[in-house]
């Protein structure tokens, strides 16, 4: 038995290594390119972005690399009559698919652990690397769209020379209630402080523009610094669910149900207020939509926060569904072939997998399921590699 183990689990960790750098190596470089070009980042930058997207690269990778591994090796296995001469052995073929479980398992459990890394530290990180950044990817948007804007704030020229910026246009959007202020200016240059962590417009021969009428010029240079929060193209600096830690996701459930309670206990005294002094007009009017269109969005968010822990364990345990489905359908089918095995067995269970886990967790984000339907697509492949597997040792 020793020996058998021994045999399967080296033959699944060669494959899946193998698979997995494969797959890591696309999904990173895509992921790289995407980014590049969304942000308009430089090579230097894109470098600094690797650590902090490869966890993110290899959460995906993982689950697809067992599932690749499994396939081959029980493939293989089942073709070459592996499989048989352990049965006329009095072996069952269970033991040699017990060893594939107990390493699902534990790659499982690194899953969820790289699920929790990628998008608690490796987004943040990403995030700093583009705030850092954010001087040479105003300049490089300048250069080839001659524009640039985020959520606060839009700069649009007429030319760029080196590191000036020609007859600039920057605008400020309007904000709760400071109005819109636009500046046209001779030239400018943009200069990113390190020290105070903001971005300084360095602007020459100016005329702002508050709200609707001209404010007046200022001939000589003029200096403004952004915070690089108000710069950046998310710029609300508030952690959302699938952001948070899975340690302090309990702390982010409890503060929002608080909120909940609070906003509920205000509505229902307005409400009685309102109802006993006969103004029921009060409860059609704008302010209380509003507050109930505020209530909604509160017990949605506190949706994704409740399943978010749910969501990101069953991405780990993916792969413990993989080996099931993956082991018994392979063996069914003798496919020792790369190609065959990839047409047979592993792109219809991801194409069945993916829709139903997503589908699952738009149902728990509405309210309409459980949290634990997210739960949903692992459950579907389990019970078909169960099924499958139980025909299997029915021979």
């Known amino acids: 038995m020793r020996i058998l183990m021994r045999y399967v689990v080296s033959e699944l960790l060669k494959t899946m290594i193998l698979a997995l750098t494969v797959l890591t190596m696309i999904l990173l470089l895509v992921m790289l390119a995407q980014r590049a070009m969304r942000e308009g980042l430089g090579p230097l930058p894109v470098l600094r972005l690797v650590p902090f997207i490869l966890p993110d690269a290899l959460r995906l990778s993982i689950p697809a690399g067992m599932l690749f591994a499994t396939c081959s090796v029980y493939g293989k296995m089942a073709s070459s009559n592996e499989l048989i001469a352990l049965k006329s052995m009095g072996v069952s073929i269970k033991k040699a698919i017990i060893p594939a479980v107990y390493l699902a398992v534990m790659v499982s459990l690194v899953a969820v652990w790289l699920n929790d890394v990628a998008v608690s530290w490796g987004r943040r990180g990403i995030d700093r690397v583009i705030l850092r950044s954010i001087e040479d990817i105003a300049y490089g948007m300048l ?19 080196d590191k000036k910026l020609i007859r600039p246009t920057i605008s400020f959007h309007a904000d709760g ?12 240059e943009l200069k990113f402080n390190p020290v105070s962590n903001k971005l300084r417009i360095v602007i020459d021969d100016t005329q702002f523009d508050i709200g609707a009428s001209t404010f007046g ?6 200096i403004y610094e952004l915070p690089l ?8 600096g508030k952690l959302g669910p699938s952001d948070v830690a899975l340690r302090n996701l309990p702390s982010y459930i409890s503060e929002q149900e608080s909120t909940i309670d609070v906003s509920q206990q205000t509505l229902a005294a307005q409400a009685g207020l309102q109802m006993l002094t006969g103004d029921f007009n009060e409860l059609l009017d704008l ?23 749910w969501r990101r364990w069953a991405n780990g345990f993916t792969c413990l569904a993989f080996v099931f489905a993956g082991a018994s359908i392979s063996i069914l089918k003798k496919t020792p072939d790369m190609w065959t095995t990839i047409g047979f067995s592993f792109l219809p269970i991801l194409i069945f997998y993916y829709p139903v886990f997503q589908y699952g967790v738009d149902r728990a984000k509405a309210g309409a399921f459980p949290p634990y339907a997210v739960w949903l697509g692992n459950v579907c492949i389990f019970t078909a590699g169960v099924f499958f597997l139980r025909r299997i040792l029915r021979r």
């Open 143 to 161: 250069r080839s769209q001659r524009s640039y804007s985020s959520n606060r704030f839009s700069i649009h020229v007429k030319d760029v020379q």
């Open 177 to 188: 209630d400071s109005p819109p202020i636009t500046l046209v200016a001779r030239q400018a």
């Open 217 to 222: 010029e200022w001939p000589d240079q003029f």
């Open 229 to 236: 929060r108000s710069v950046a193209r998310n710029n609300s």
């Open 287 to 309: 302010q209380w939509k509003q507050s109930h269109r505020k209530l909604h969005h509160d017990l949605h968010l506190l949706n994704r926060y409740t399943l978010e822990s």
